[in-house]
T-cell receptor, first 111, second 113 residues
Framework: DQQVKQNSPSLSVQEGRISILNCDYT??????FLWYKKYPAEGPTFLIS?????DKNEDGRFTVFLNKSAKHLSLHIVPSQPGDSAVYFC??????????FGDGTTLTVKP | NAGVTQTPKFRVLKTGQSMTLLCAQD?????MYWYRQDPGMGLRLIHY???????AKGEVPDGYNVSRLKKQNFLLGLESAAPSQTSVYFC????????????FGEGSRLTVL
């Protein structure tokens, strides 16, 4: 039973437009949510996070939105750049403990 | 900026052989983790450690053993490798802090023939 799901394996957007990556979770005990970015042949790197007491967190071009009632979060990238092309993983944890990851979404930003 | 270092980066084994993956971190982190990533899938937790001398099972621990004899090192062992263990292995560490952000190594690609 997968507790963190990213239902879109891939997403393609034009440079300068908005990228929206989605993530759903089932465990209501999760209280920290993180996004990681992964380039080929590299390890994932932390991008942005949000705690369950907030519904939005912003860092430059990246914004994460959390809808607790729907158990859904999304990552918005505006404007999208070709260098944003990567695999994005959603992760969730209880009390900032060990993280459970989704399967990832491959984002391609076309010039 | 070493961060988290994994060795080896690539390895090919025959079924039944044993090997050890080494993870070393220089950030004085308490928590260390071993994940595996299979094609089209996310990272699944194998084993983890919450401090020197401690280990615990994760989501997919069967066929693996771990040791954390020193705070900066976390070893992942395969006693008798199987083709199902062909994967990319990632080590991560953290001090948890506010969000539990993980710092990952570059990965170790293991192929079992």
């Amino acid at each position: 039973d997968q507790q963190v799901k990213q239902n879109s394996p891939s997403l393609s957007v034009q440079e300068g437009r908005i990228s929206i990556l989605n993530c759903d979770y089932t465990n209501s005990m999760f209280d920290y949510f993180l996004w990681y970015k992964k380039y080929p042949a590299e390890g994932p790197t932390f991008l942005i996070s949000i705690s369950s007491i907030k519904d939005k967190n912003e860092d430059g071009r990246f914004t994460v939105f959390l809808n607790k009632s729907a158990k859904h979060l999304s990552l918005h990238i505006v404007p999208s750049q070709p260098g944003d092309s990567a695999v994005y993983f959603c992760a969730a944890s209880v009390g900032a403990g060990k993280s459970t990851f989704g399967d990832g979404t491959t984002l391609t930003v076309k010039p | 900026n070493a961060g988290v270092t994994q060795t080896p980066k690539f390895r090919v084994l025959k079924t039944g052989q044993s090997m050890t993956l080494l993870c070393a971190q220089d950030m004085n982190h308490e928590y260390m983790y071993w994940y595996r990533q299979d094609p089209g899938m996310g990272l699944r937790l194998i084993h983890y450690s919450v401090g020197e001398g401690t280990t615990a099972k994760g989501e997919v621990p069967d066929g693996y053993n771990v040791s954390r004899l020193k705070k900066q090192n976390f070893l992942l062992g395969l006693e008798s490798a199987a083709p199902s263990q062909t994967s990319v292995y990632f080590c991560a560490s953290t001090n948890r802090g506010v969000t539990g952000e993980l710092f990952f190594g570059e990965g170790s690609r293991l192929t079992v023939l």
